[in-house]
């Protein structure tokens, strides 16, 4: 199991929010494989057989400050609220960097439930809160947006996925994670575009559509199947506002 500390991780996203704290460390599983034990009676060797199924499960332990100008307590408020949909209901998503907060760097987007939050609160020391998901879908991509407040339309630094990785894939997975905005929009769309040669010839790859502002924060999924280009940027663009901007994430996971 991988283990990352807040010298790594630059968000950690659930539908939109930052719910990352002053110090976060992630246990992150990955993807394990089961299987079935199929030695045959009288073998010297054990034998196993992959059943096609997988599981993933990650867990957070994060340090919040009770300062009104941490993060800390909106985030594990939401996460506490959240606790209606342990059990049941709607996947919620999860979205993670792992290498720095740099366009290009190692990303997982993930559909989560929550399965257990515990919290400890003490007076003069952080507020400790410990979370664990439980994972549906489990991708490991590339990190298109990073975390930063953006105010024009569109990203200025490409990610490059490598011509043979693209050649390979058939689709792609896009997460995007979008925050808090400014400036009152009445809406915000987010797009992921891919070119062959990173400057010319952009085509859409996913998008958000057009999100009311009162539904941001949100996170959001959205497949796509086809031909993958090698390069990918995201745009955006807002309706109404003033002096808009908006904060979050965007990753893709080729398939």
């Known amino acids: 199991m991988a283990k990352y500390t807040s010298a790594d991780v630059p968000f950690v996203f659930l539908d939109g929010i930052n719910i990352i704290g002053v110090v976060t460390n992630l246990e992150d599983s990955g993807l394990e ?15 196993s057989e992959y059943l ?3 599981t993933s499960k990650v867990a957070m332990e994060a340090y919040y400050d009770d300062s009104p100008a941490s993060p800390g307590p909106a985030s594990s408020g939401y996460i506490l ?13 999860l979205s993670f960097g792992i290498s720095g907060n740099v366009i290009g760097k190692d990303f997982v987007g993930a559909t989560v439930k929550q399965s257990s939050f515990k919290r400890l609160v003490e007076v003069g020391k952080f507020h400790r809160g410990n979370v664990d998901f439980v994972v549906n879908e489990y991708r490991s991509g590339l990190m298109v947006a990073n975390l930063a407040a953006r105010t024009t339309g569109a990203s200025t630094t490409n990610t490059d996925f490598g011509a043979a990785a693209t050649a390979a894939a058939a689709g792609a997975v896009v997460f995007f994670q979008c925050g808090p905005v400014t400036g009152t929009p009445t809406s915000l769309t ?3 575009e891919h070119s062959d040669d990173g400057s010319t010839d952009w085509e859409t790859v996913a998008t958000t559509g057009a999100v009311a502002a009162a539904s941001i924060p949100y996170g959001m999924r959205v497949p796509f199947t086809g031909t993958v280009k090698r390069y990918m940027r995201t745009t955006w663009s807002w309706v109404d ?3 808009p901007s908006w904060s979050g994430a965007v990753g893709v996971a080729l398939t």
């Open 81 to 93: 609220q959240s606790s209606n949909w342990m059990a049941s209901g709607p996947d919620r998503y």
């Open 52 to 54: 096609g199924l997988t």
């Open 33 to 47: 494989g089961e299987f079935e034990d199929t030695t045959p009676l009288g073998s010297g060797f054990r034998k």
């Open 190 to 192: 987010v797009l992921v």
């Open 241 to 243: 506002g003033t002096a």
